[in-house]
């Protein structure tokens, strides 16, 4: 989307306004473009759906969940799934050591995870972006102190740092997103800062300063939508890390607390009867994998569909 | 190359004092009193919070603690458990061995698997070996790691009863560990069967851990790969006659391993992150169980001398892959 604007400013300002003219809407252009070069990769168009269908399910939960996710019935013990011997239909995929209906716990789960990957990649990337794009802009020592603290950050393994930052905070899903959305803007600072480097030597940006633009018009309205494709393809690739690491987190006792149905914390709670009740185990997992697996493929469709250098071979 | 070695270093040494900063910041300047803290619900009486108090130093201004915390560190002094009471260096360098052998097997199994199946996915582009392969490593990145291995305890630990559950060697045999690595050890020991049992208890293990460095080591070298198969000198050597084994192994592929050599050692700091959840599900005894560990008993000198330690290492491990870099990239030194 990035690379039409960008063609006009190599091009020289204003090249292009005859043509823009001539066309309906270059927005809508645009969009078509994209979708043309997204939808070439089948695997993201599969993987978008599904996550479409996970929205929808964290949506209607309510009203898809059979059982309230933290309800028990004692007269329901570790009841395997339907198909399995001693299956009943009341239960479709068993239930867990309390007797709470899992079919229902996963589609509530859905809602967490979704929750967990939207809020701490919207943290990550205002925070990412606007400390990326000061840095890029102004260089200077105001530079040197940001970058050696992003050096710093990314030092750490990730999930360590996460780890021991919730520890410190508290446990918590909360505090999980705010020490998930810490270790992941360093990537976002890093690549706005690059482009926002790239771009400012460009005639587009000098003639908008020319024209008398100020830093901050200059930095959001005239540079930030011009490196737009690489950071959200980052942005993809960081829900899904998000959500993998609030699960680690839960998995550990330290992200999402019991009863919560989080998919992570399930595990947790499932991990004793690893060797006696397969099914608590199993799908809490495979729902991870399956949100995560769908959102890296539309992560690739995006690069696909988002870098002009990947377009052309 | 000497000069370019000396940069780097110039570079690691503030960020070594920011993350020394930052791991003490953590336990002393956010909210709460980390002895309170470290207490937990029980309480803690008058005498024994004095006692605490002047043991760790904590009644002194803070920049005078840091100085000596920072002083201590370069000594080699990272402090002591509350916990053990042992120095927190001596746990580190007990248990390090321990990681370190589950992440090279873990990275071995990555570079020999994932290299050969990322080089014959571009050689066959869009075949069927290509779109399994490439489906497989989608599949392993997007794996979330500690289900990965339960799912394998279940399948060979329970159904099969191949592997075991947990530890690093069956408790039937003993013997001295002059390397701390129990697949050297064990056959020093010469003692029947302690060989394989080293090994069955690190398979599992080894395999989960490899799981993400494979999955993007594979994606990594199939797209190096592709891109210098491009390249107009390849098309030469290809129009020279030569054969297609030698144009692929020859001229593409030392070029196509630059990007990926790069790419091996940042998985250095996903092995380390992965090592926590590995160790902790199959019981191992390295450090990332001990890190785990530690923040469950609020060993906060553990924590924090733990967490500078981890970062240390993987800093040099990161520096090594800058100089191996520069050997084999004769551009990145000029720069």
């Known amino acids: 989307m990035s690379h039409v604007e960008a063609d006009e400013a190599r091009e020289g300002i204003g090249a292009g306004i005859e043509d823009r003219k001539a066309k309906v809407s270059p927005r809508r252009q645009m969009l078509k473009e994209f979708w043309y070069y997204f939808s070439e990769n089948k695997g993201a168009v599969v993987g978008l759906y599904v996550f479409i269908a996970i929205i929808l399910i964290a949506i209607f939960a309510p009203v898809l969940a059979p059982y309230d996710a933290t309800a028990q019935n004692r007269g329901a013990l570790l009841v395997p799934p339907v198909w399995a011997d001693n299956g009943s239909w009341a239960y479709i995929l068993g239930t867990d050591a309390v007797g709470r209906d899992m079919l229902s716990r996963l589609i509530y789960g859905a809602r967490y995870s979704l929750t967990i990957g939207l809020v701490v990649v919207t943290l990550a990337v205002t925070v990412g972006i606007s400390v990326g794009l000061i840095a890029g802009y102004v260089r200077g ?23 021991v930052l919730v520890a410190v905070l508290g446990p918590g899903l909360l505090n999980a997103m705010i020490a998930i959305a810490l270790v992941l803007q360093p990537h976002f600072v890093r690549l706005t800062r690059a482009s926002v480097m790239a771009e400012k030597q460009r005639e587009y940006v000098t003639a908008a300063r020319v024209v008398g633009a100020s830093p901050l018009r200059l930095m959001v309205v005239t540079i930030l939508p011009n490196c737009l494709g690489p950071l959200i393809v980052q942005a993809t690739l960081s829900f899904s890390s998000a959500i993998l690491d609030a699960a680690a987190l839960g998995f550990l006792g330290l992200g999402a607390q019991p009863p919560t149905p989080e998919w992570g914390t399930m595990l947790a709670d499932a991990q004793e009867f690893v060797l006696r009740a397969w099914w608590v185990v199993t799908f809490p997992g495979l729902a991870i994998l399956i949100t995560v697996l769908a959102i890296n493929l539309v992560g690739d469709g995006l690069r696909d569909a988002l870098d002009p250098k990947m377009k052309r071979s | 190359m000497l000069r ?11 960020t070594f004092v920011g993350v020394a900063i930052v791991a003490f910041a953590f336990i002393r300047l956010l909210p709460g009193d980390p002895i309170i803290l470290m207490s937990g619900e029980r309480g803690i009486s008058e005498e024994r919070y004095a006692q605490l108090q002047a043991m760790l130093g904590y009644d002194r201004p803070l920049p005078v603690q840091f100085w000596d915390y920072l002083t201590g560190l370069l000594q080699g002094d990272f402090g002591n458990s509350i916990v053990t009471n042992r120095p927190v260096l ?10 370190i052998e589950l992440s090279l097997v873990a990275i071995t199994l990555a570079v020999l698997i994932g ?8 050689i066959k582009r869009g075949s069927w070996f ?24 279940i399948f060979f630990s329970g159904y099969l009863q191949w592997t075991p559950v947990s530890g690093r060697m069956s408790l039937m045999f003993y013997f001295d560990q002059p390397t701390g690595f129990m697949l050297i050890d064990s056959l020093l020991s010469g003692q029947e069967g302690a060989f394989k049992s080293a090994v069955s208890h690190l398979i599992l293990p080894g395999v989960v851990l490899a799981t993400i460095p494979l999955a993007v080591i594979a994606r990594q070298t199939r797209s190096a790969m592709l891109e210098v198969l491009g390249e107009d000198y390849v098309r030469t050597a290809r129009a020279k006659g030569l054969s297609a084994f030698r144009v692929v192994s020859v001229h593409a592929l030392r070029n196509a391993l630059i990007p990926v050599v790069t790419t091996i050692g940042l998985q250095i700091g996903v092995l380390m992150a992965g090592a926590i959840l590995t160790e902790t599900i199959f019981s191992w005894p390295g450090i990332g169980k001990w890190m785990v560990d530690s923040v469950y008993r609020r060993d906060y000198p553990v924590v924090q001398g733990g967490l500078i330690l981890i970062a240390l290492v993987v800093m040099i491990v990161n520096l090594i892959v800058d100089v191996l870099y520069g050997l084999i990239n004769p551009r990145v030194r000029t720069r």
């Not at chain 2, 001596?90 to 990681?99: D, I, S």
């Not at chain 2, 290299?115 to 571009?122: C, E, K, N, Y």
């Not at chain 2, 290509?130 to 990965?148: E, K």
């Open chain 1, 141 to 163: 020592w105001v530079d040197i102190v940001i970058m050696r603290l992003m050096d710093i950050i990314l030092a750490f393994p990730s999930l360590l740092l996460a780890l």
């Open chain 2, 115 to 122: 290299i050969p199946a990322g080089i014959l996915a571009a």
């Open chain 2, 90 to 99: 001596e746990e580190f360098m007990t248990l390090f061995p321990a990681t």
């Open chain 2, 130 to 153: 290509d779109q399994v392969t490439m489906g497989a490593a989608l599949t392993g990145y997007s794996m979330p790691i500690f289900w990965w291995g339960l799912l394998l305890i």
């Open chain 2, 4 to 14: 370019f070695i000396l940069s780097r270093i110039g570079v690691l040494v503030p």
